[in-house]
């Protein structure tokens, strides 16, 4: 407290005027409320706050006068002390507080929340609305905004005549509920009395829901869209947790999607370093992978071999003892696949795509079978394949495919099958907080489900055997949501350890082996038909408190395949990467209610897993030292198309900067006599690398002439290679004169 009178004037605060004197003071230079590095505008505020919590306070040794206590001062210093308390309470709950829009976490701000209270959550929407109110902010309100387009006008029209059609839709649905009600009370009636009544031999028909259409050797059609968002995906399909990353991330741009789809690039908070640290050293990053194309191919287990091997799995470990578990369907294969081409230097083939490809065990009667009723056997298998190069490898499975005799087939299951791919030390941890093995009184556990939930000491999918895969049915997550910590083994406890090393060792996956659930259409069709999100939180309520929801008749299993794999390649530091990925292939449309819990497991580590879009992605590829597709395969057709199209953004970019603020390639001066950009600047020009025939490399007369420096070069290296340089000076302004003519 500081001492003063009752009558002192309280200092007057630096910022009481600050909007008549501007933001620059006598001695704040010109950074004052930039909040950079010297700090002016900072120290200004802090000041202020300072002030404002200081309470000035009045000595009572006035009241004191020759030994004796003068009430009346002593009074007037006491009354003076608490008035000066409220007036710093009031200040201080004025500056010291933060507003409403900034109390949400940094993950769920909104650009527009700072005058549009419906962009902050519903239990701050009133503080928020009150302090626009006292701030006199213009609120923004849908009902007086008014559309400044003719697009805009019309789309405001369309909004509203379809919520007038869906009330009068909801109207009529409430008539006839209730009359639906009164003639069951009516029907109840009469057959107490015995007569012949409305409801007397009535017969009802139960029919099989309907299974989604997957039409053989042909292109599916994406899922059933809601009329509401039909219109924005005419040309692309959304994801499973589209309407979720929107909100959060930066997508695709509506008229630009990536491979047919909205993708996410991105998050829209600063996350390069969280990235680095969560795949890295704690924490978990995850990637709504759905767009990844995965294409069934089945038949028998010699025509499924002829067809693979002409795919490009053509290695002898594959088929041989050493590819026995792979073709069991316990290990997975993830390798290049190629096709044959006629003609070219690459002997006859032409790389594709990398894949990832999964068998589906055999039954158990089958396996005690004779070789001939072995061969007999239809298998099973998934091909997932990068969405830049499906249309590649489903027309050459096709074209493979119908070469066969037993005739062979395939299916699209672009839509049936969505993934969520998860790398970091803590990535099993959230696996098992999310998944729970789905078991009722009259089914068990199954075995891989077992194993799955006992690797809770481990840290890394990259620990399991090469290519380890576990398939098993698992509970809807909504009913154990939010999800909880998954209690952390003892480090100090040695038996907990040994068992997770025998389990590792000997690996029971191996044996007593069962089909996945989700190869097979039935058991994907009837896992759709989930219970409603109403139903759930009945349920819900119903319960006991501090008691889990389990799964009852009316919950279908959810078949799913966790497929682990070691990161390929080595870090920056020349060291083998040590963390591997978890790969969740699931149902389409169970992916949004797994990726709900998964973004909002608690780690132990502290936290929440940290989602990343296709930037990210590039990014951990960078830091393991390993090339992504299809960004770094040009020798492929989708690299070839994805490096063409940012060439075009490159130039297109190039050519709309003026001639004073673009580089000027023919002039660059590249040291030792060098002159101009080696081939062309504004592409990765592995033509000109490599000297092939393409209107973006260098002329043949120019080509001569490099040869012929190359030919006249000393041999003890001593001087550099001169390469020809980029198209000249006046190629690039006659360029950029057609590019601002058209």
């Given at each position: 407290?500081?001492?003063?009178?009752?009558?002192?004037?309280?200092?007057?605060?630096?910022?009481?005027n600050k909007r008549k004197q501007g933001?620059?003071?006598?001695?704040?230079?010109?950074?004052?409320?930039?909040?950079?590095?010297?700090?002016?505008?900072?120290?200004?505020?802090?000041?202020?706050?300072?002030?404002?919590?200081?309470?000035?306070?009045?000595?009572?040794?006035?009241?004191?006068?020759?030994?004796?206590?003068?009430?009346?001062?002593?009074?007037?210093?006491?009354?003076?002390?608490?008035?000066?308390?409220?007036?710093?309470?009031?200040?201080?709950?004025?500056?010291?507080?933060?507003?409403?829009?900034?109390?949400?976490?940094?993950?769920?701000?909104?650009?527009?929340?700072?005058?549009?209270?419906?962009?902050?959550?519903?239990?701050?929407?009133?503080?928020?609305?009150?302090?626009?109110?006292?701030?006199?902010?213009?609120?923004?309100?849908?009902?007086?905004?008014?559309?400044?387009?003719?697009?805009?006008?019309?789309?405001?029209?369309?909004?509203?005549?379809?919520?007038?059609?869906?009330?009068?839709?909801?109207?009529?649905?409430?008539?006839?509920?209730?009359?639906?009600?009164?003639?069951?009370?009516?029907?109840?009636?009469?057959?107490?009395?015995?007569?012949?009544?409305?409801?007397?031999?009535?017969?009802?028909?139960?029919?099989?829901?309907?299974?989604?259409?997957?039409?053989?050797?042909?292109?599916?059609?994406?899922?059933?869209?809601?009329?509401?968002?039909?219109?924005?995906?005419?040309?692309?399909?959304?994801?499973?947790?589209?309407?979720?990353?929107?909100?959060?991330?930066?997508?695709?741009?509506?008229?630009?999607?990536?491979?047919?789809?909205?993708?996410?690039?991105?998050?829209?908070?600063?996350?390069?370093?969280?990235?680095?640290?969560?795949?890295?050293?704690?924490?978990?990053?995850?990637?709504?992978?759905?767009?990844?194309?995965?294409?069934?191919?089945?038949?028998?287990?010699?025509?499924?071999?002829?067809?693979?091997?002409?795919?490009?799995?053509?290695q002898e470990s594959c088929w041989n003892?050493?590819?026995?578990?792979?073709?069991?369907?316990?290990?997975?294969?993830?390798?290049?696949?190629?096709?044959?081409?006629?003609?070219?230097?690459?002997?006859?083939?032409?790389?594709?795509?990398?894949?990832?490809?999964?068998?589906?065990?055999?039954?158990?009667?089958?396996?005690?079978?004779?070789?001939?009723?072995?061969?007999?056997?239809?298998?099973?298998?998934?091909?997932?394949?990068?969405?830049?190069?499906?249309?590649?490898?489903?027309?050459?499975?096709?074209?493979?495919?119908?070469?066969?005799?037993?005739?062979?087939?395939?299916?699209?299951?672009?839509?049936?099958?969505?993934?969520?791919?998860?790398?970091?030390?803590?990535?099993?941890?959230?696996?098992?907080?999310?998944?729970?093995?789905?078991?009722?009184?009259?089914?068990?556990?199954?075995?891989?489900?077992?194993?799955?939930?006992?690797?809770?000491?481990?840290?890394?999918?990259?620990?399991?055997?090469?290519?380890?895969?576990?398939?098993?049915?698992?509970?809807?997550?909504?009913?154990?949501?939010?999800?909880?910590?998954?209690?952390?083994?003892?480090?100090?406890?040695?038996?907990?350890?040994?068992?997770?090393?025998?389990?590792?060792?000997?690996?029971?996956?191996?044996?007593?082996?069962?089909?996945?659930?989700?190869?097979?259409?039935?058991?994907?069709?009837?896992?759709?038909?989930?219970?409603?999100?109403?139903?759930?939180?009945?349920?819900?309520?119903?319960?006991?408190?501090?008691?889990?929801?389990?799964?009852?008749?009316?919950?279908?299993?959810?078949?799913?395949?966790?497929?682990?794999?070691?990161?390929?390649?080595?870090?920056?530091?020349?060291?083998?990467?040590?963390?591997?990925?978890?790969?969740?292939?699931?149902?389409?449309?169970?992916?949004?209610?797994?990726?709900?819990?998964?973004?909002?497991?608690?780690?132990?580590?502290?936290?929440?897993?940290?989602?990343?879009?296709?930037?990210?992605?590039?990014?951990?590829?960078?830091?393991?030292?390993?090339?992504?597709?299809?960004?770094?395969?040009?020798?492929?057709?989708?690299?070839?198309?994805?490096?063409?199209?940012?060439?075009?953004?490159?130039?297109?970019?190039?050519?709309?900067?003026?001639?004073?603020?673009?580089?000027?390639?023919?002039?660059?001066?590249?040291?030792?006599?060098?002159?101009?950009?080696?081939?062309?600047?504004?592409?990765?020009?592995?033509?000109?690398?490599?000297?092939?025939?393409?209107?973006?490399?260098?002329?043949?007369?120019?080509?001569?002439?490099?040869?012929?420096?190359?030919?006249?070069?000393?041999?003890?290296?001593?001087?550099?290679?001169?390469?020809?340089?980029?198209?000249?000076?006046k190629e690039e302004e006659g360029a950029?004169?057609?590019?601002?003519?058209?």
């Amino acid at each position: 407290m500081s001492a003063a009178g009752p009558n002192s004037k309280p200092l007057k605060s630096a910022f009481a005027n600050k909007r008549k004197q501007g933001s620059s003071g006598d001695n704040g230079g010109g950074n004052n409320g930039a909040g950079g590095g010297g700090g002016g505008g900072w120290a200004q505020k802090r000041v202020k706050i300072r002030q404002d919590r200081e309470i000035a306070a009045q000595s009572s040794d006035a009241a004191l006068r020759d030994g004796e206590l003068d009430l009346q001062s002593f009074l007037n210093a006491r009354e003076f002390e608490i008035r000066a308390l409220e007036e710093s309470m009031r200040h201080t709950k004025a500056e010291a507080t933060s507003r409403a829009f900034q109390q949400v976490p940094r993950g769920l701000r909104r650009r527009t929340a700072s005058h549009n209270a419906k962009r902050v959550p519903k239990r701050l929407r009133r503080r928020a609305l009150k302090e626009m109110a006292e701030d006199n902010t213009p609120v923004v309100l849908s009902k007086r905004r008014k559309p400044k387009t003719t697009r805009a006008r019309i789309r405001a029209e369309t909004a509203k005549r379809l919520g007038m059609l869906a009330e009068k839709k909801r109207r009529r649905a409430m008539k006839a509920e209730k009359a639906k009600a009164k003639d069951k009370d009516g029907e109840g009636d009469t057959d107490k009395t015995g007569d012949d009544g409305p409801g007397k031999g009535a017969v009802t028909v139960t029919t099989r829901p309907p299974r989604p259409k997957i039409r053989r050797n042909q292109l599916n059609d994406p899922p059933q869209r809601k009329s509401k968002f039909r219109k924005r995906q005419i040309n692309k399909t959304w994801l499973p947790t589209h309407l979720w990353h929107a909100k959060r991330a930066r997508m695709t741009e509506p008229a630009k999607p990536l491979w047919r789809f909205a993708i996410p690039l991105t998050p829209n908070e600063k996350t390069y370093r969280a990235t680095h640290r969560s795949h890295g050293d704690k924490g978990a990053v995850v990637w709504d992978t759905s767009y990844v194309s995965t294409i069934g191919l089945y038949g028998s287990a010699k025509g499924v071999e002829q067809v693979l091997r002409r795919l490009g799995v053509a290695q002898e470990s594959c088929w041989n003892e050493r590819g026995r578990k792979w073709r069991e369907g316990t290990r997975h294969w993830s390798g290049f696949l190629s096709r044959e081409v006629k003609g070219g230097s690459s002997g006859g083939r032409r790389e594709v795509c990398p894949a990832t490809i999964l068998w589906n065990p055999l039954e158990p009667v089958a396996e005690d079978g004779n070789e001939a009723q072995t061969a007999k056997v239809q298998r099973q298998v998934f091909v997932r394949v990068h969405p830049s190069a499906f249309l590649e490898v489903f027309n050459e499975l096709l074209r493979l495919v119908k070469m066969q005799n037993p005739r062979m087939y395939i299916e699209d299951l672009r839509f049936e099958i969505g993934s969520i791919e998860l790398t970091g030390p803590a990535s099993t941890e959230a696996l098992l907080g999310i998944l729970h093995p789905y078991h009722t009184q009259e089914r068990s556990r199954e075995q891989h489900a077992d194993i799955f939930k006992g690797l809770n000491s481990l840290v890394s999918p990259a620990s399991l055997p090469l290519n380890a895969t576990l398939g098993f049915s698992i509970m809807d997550p909504r009913l154990r949501y939010p999800p909880r910590k998954v209690p952390q083994p003892d480090p100090d406890d040695e038996e907990e350890q040994n068992k997770s090393l025998d389990l590792l060792a000997n690996w029971p996956a191996d044996t007593n082996l069962k089909p996945h659930g989700l190869f097979h259409r039935d058991a994907r069709a009837s896992a759709t038909r989930l219970p409603s999100q109403k139903s759930i939180d009945r349920r819900k309520g119903a319960r006991r408190p501090g008691t889990d929801l389990s799964a009852s008749d009316a919950d279908p299993p959810i078949p799913v395949i966790l497929v682990a794999s070691r990161a390929a390649g080595n870090n920056i530091n020349g060291k083998s990467s040590s963390q591997g990925n978890w790969t969740v292939l699931a149902l389409w449309r169970c992916i949004q209610p797994l990726w709900h819990s998964l973004v909002h497991f608690p780690l132990s580590s502290g936290g929440n897993p940290r989602f990343s879009g296709l930037d990210q992605i590039r990014q951990v590829a960078f830091e393991r030292a390993t090339p992504c597709f299809p960004f770094d395969f040009l020798g492929t057709d989708a690299g070839a198309a994805w490096e063409v199209e940012q060439r075009r953004l490159r130039k297109a970019s190039w050519e709309r900067r003026p001639k004073s603020k673009r580089v000027a390639w023919a002039s660059l001066d590249l040291g030792a006599g060098r002159k101009g950009e080696v081939g062309c600047g504004w592409a990765c020009d592995v033509e000109f690398l490599f000297r092939e025939e393409t209107t973006t490399t260098t002329t043949d007369k120019g080509r001569e002439g490099e040869v012929k420096r190359r030919a006249t070069a000393s041999v003890d290296g001593d001087e550099m290679d001169v390469d020809e340089p980029s198209p000249s000076k006046k190629e690039e302004e006659g360029a950029a004169a057609a590019g601002d003519a058209a």
